[in-house]
């Protein structure tokens, strides 16, 4: 079987560039890479500090219904963190933001933070169990 090497980076279709990128740099802490406009659609290439690439594409033929993980395709993209305390301080983090999410969920597998992005996208910070 061929080899994959990673995941070479995460592309979301957003209802307003200019707003979700700014959220994105505010909150995730990435920075612009690259940005343009080809055919109908505008994008902003990011990157995190960690090489995690997160592109942001505004298609000018959008249906404009919100993001839900119910419908086929992306549920939802979740981020590694490096243990509960660090999504304790991702949650305190959030609150002084105003973002959206829901309280830590302690499983058997882990731990979760989730959180939504402005146009509703499910977001995840995920911590492996001590």
């Known amino acids: 079987m061929p ?3 990673g995941v070479s980076h995460v592309a979301l279709s957003v209802t307003d560039l200019e707003r ?34 997160v592109g942001l594409r505004e298609h000018g ?5 919100g993001f839900t993980p119910t419908r086929t395709g992306l549920d ?3 981020f590694s963190a490096s243990g509960r305390d660090e999504l304790e301080k991702w949650q305190a ?4 933001k105003g973002v959206t999410y829901t309280p830590i969920i302690d499983v058997d597998y882990g731990h979760v933070l989730n959180f939504k992005d402005p146009d509703n996208i499910a977001l995840e910070l995920f911590a492996l169990p001590a």
């Open 61 to 65: 033929s959008r249906s404009g219904d």
């Open 76 to 78: 939802h993209v979740a």
């Open 93 to 96: 983090f959030f609150e002084e």
């Open 20 to 53: 979700s990128k700014e959220w994105y740099m505010d909150v995730l802490g990435v920075q612009p890479l690259m940005e343009g406009e080809e055919n109908d659609q505008k994008f902003c290439v990011t990157v995190h500090p960690t090489g995690l690439v």
């Open 3 to 5: 080899e994959i090497t």
